[in-house]
T-cell receptor, first 116, second 114 residues
């Protein structure tokens, strides 16, 4: 039972390069989320999706794009990477938006991105 | 704007100690509060969820309390073990909010040494 899988786990980019992070979940969850985690700060929501074909902005969406072409996959793209985007990125999924003990957020292991 | 603070940022204790991790939030209007555990190289795992109408939740050696009026929550870990070493994060959801409104603290990094 894989849960939420993120690829790649590590990546080093040069300023201006582009890349895509892939998140895949096998739990048939409707909702998927992308967060970033920076030292000394809590996780911040970048974008999220409430279902296949939909996306919405979170707290810190600038510089990122997302797509949800298939229910099980949520892609996070950086079109022109900047050093400020150096961070650890986490994907998560949930059955619904309702925060409850029966509907917990399931997180991936994270993707560490360094932009030089 | 809701802000979530966790103090201390890091904590080192000997095995067997009972310990308390603190979480404070600036706006007492919350839907619920959650505690997560984060292990190095791994994602977050949900530990306990306290609804705004509840005062505490327990799971094994973990007990989380919530005092909305003072904007505080504590996570009590009894008889700590080296396997408890991890970063613990708390997060709140505002009223009428879902997981897309989750606001995290920066976490407390706990080290339990033998």
């Amino acid at each position: 039972n894989a849960g939420v899988t993120q690829t790649p786990k590590f990546r080093v980019l040069k300023t201006g390069q582009s890349m895509t992070l892939l998140c895949a979940q096998d739990m048939n969850h409707e909702y998927m989320y992308w967060y970033r985690q920076d030292p000394g700060m809590g996780l911040r929501l970048i974008h999220y999706s409430v279902g296949e074909g939909t996306t919405a902005k979170g707290e810190v969406p600038d510089g990122y794009n997302v797509s949800r072409l298939k229910k099980q996959n949520f892609l996070l793209g950086l079109e022109s990477a900047a050093p400020s985007q150096t961070s650890v990125y986490f994907c998560a999924s949930s059955y619904s938006q309702e925060s409850s003990g029966a509907n917990v957020l399931t997180f991936g292991a994270g993707s560490r991105l360094t932009v030089l | 704007k809701q802000e979530v603070t966790q103090i201390p940022a890091a904590l080192s204790v000997p095995e067997g100690e009972n310990l308390v991790l603190n979480c404070s939030f600036t706006d007492s209007a919350i839907y619920n509060l959650q505690w997560f555990r984060q292990d190095p190289g791994k994602g977050l795992t949900s530990l306990l969820l306290i609804q705004s109408s509840q005062r505490e939740q327990t799971s094994g050696r973990l007990n989380a309390s919530l005092d909305k009026s003072s904007g505080r929550s504590t996570l009590y870990i009894a008889a700590s073990q080296p396997g408890d070493s991890a970063t613990y994060l708390c997060a709140v959801i505002p009223p009428l909010g879902g997981y897309n409104k989750l606001i995290f603290g920066a976490g407390t990094r706990l080290a339990v040494h033998p």
